[in-house]
């Protein structure tokens, strides 16, 4: 399913590359993993071949889903669940971005920067926006063969502030 140089996904962590697959001893077992290269934050990742579905590792979007992206970053929010609690929009855009589906993140973002533009976020939901831009960020530099800035300025575009205050 994987190879080496496949660019990937890896939800909550964002895009990389399968650098090799190695052979490793687990609980008296050989098993083979994919030694993932994160493209941000020069993180390191080790996934065990059998468990790539239960993780949701994926394959990088095409570069034509790209403005299928667009399209859910150009969408404003009517009610974006202002009656509920900040913590239980914390956990149910928690698990938007754990699915690894990257229109997910993209509403992810969408919805907590407007709200950030319309009256600030709580801390959590500050850091959440955060680490949702780096996996969408580092996901488009793949597809797009971009650097980071460039990909921060495109997703910039879809609203009206700066962010560099979000990082994480």
């Not at 990389?16 to 050989?30: A, L």
């Amino acid at each position: 399913m994987f190879a080496v140089g496949d660019k990937v996904v890896y939800p909550m962590h964002g895009a990389g590359v399968v650098k090799t697959i190695e052979k490793r001893e687990r609980d008296g077992q050989s098993v083979d993993y994919l030694i993932l290269a994160m493209l941000l934050g020069e993180m390191k990742v080790m996934v065990p071949v059998d468990s790539v579905e239960r993780v949701g590792l994926r394959h990088v979007i095409e570069n034509d889903d790209i403005d299928a992206v667009e399209k859910v970053l150009e969408e404003r929010p009517d009610n974006y669940n202002k009656a509920i609690t900040w913590n239980r929009r914390f956990n149910m855009y928690l698990e938007k971005m754990k699915s690894g589906n990257v229109f997910e993140v993209a509403d992810v973002i969408r919805t907590l920067q407007v709200q950030e533009n319309e009256k600030k976020l709580s801390t959590g939901e500050r850091r959440l926006l955060g680490t949702a831009r780096q996996i969408l960020i580092s996901e488009v530099m793949l597809v797009k063969n971009a650097e980071q800035q460039d990909i921060e300025n495109w997703l910039n575009k879809f609203f009206s502030v700066s962010y560099t205050h979000l990082r994480a």
